[in-house]
């Protein structure tokens, strides 16, 4: 079954999932990788919006799900400033 999972269905779900286990608003899909045991998905949600936008405060977050799809666990890799550069 995972075989028909596209990986666009793949961060879709995980995005959809973390967006309401999590009650904020999702931004996007940063990354998707695959392992022996499923999928990892790095999602983006907006966790405070402020003005101007620059300053909104974000959330990565890592989805794992498995072979099937399925969400099993998340966890807040990071959080920051829209408008803030990574070293």
């Known amino acids: 079954m995972a075989e028909s999972l596209s990986l666009r269905k793949i961060g879709k779900r995980a995005l959809d999932e973390?967006?309401?286990?999590?009650?904020?608003?999702?931004?996007?899909?940063?990354?998707?990788s695959r392992h022996d045991d499923g999928w990892v998905v790095t999602v983006e949600l907006l966790e405070m919006?402020?003005?101007?936008?620059?300053?909104?405060v974000l959330g990565s977050y890592d989805v794992q799900l498995d072979r099937?799809?399925?969400?099993?666990?998340?966890?807040?890799?990071?959080?920051?400033?829209?408008?803030?550069?990574?070293?």
């Not at 399925?70 to 408008?83: I, Q």
């Open 18 to 32: 973390l967006s309401e286990l999590v009650g904020c608003p999702a931004e996007g899909i940063i990354g998707v």
């Open 49 to 56: 919006g402020r003005v101007p936008e620059t300053t909104d």
């Open 68 to 87: 099937n799809g399925d969400v099993v666990g998340y966890h807040r890799v990071r959080r920051y400033l829209r408008g803030s550069v990574e070293d």
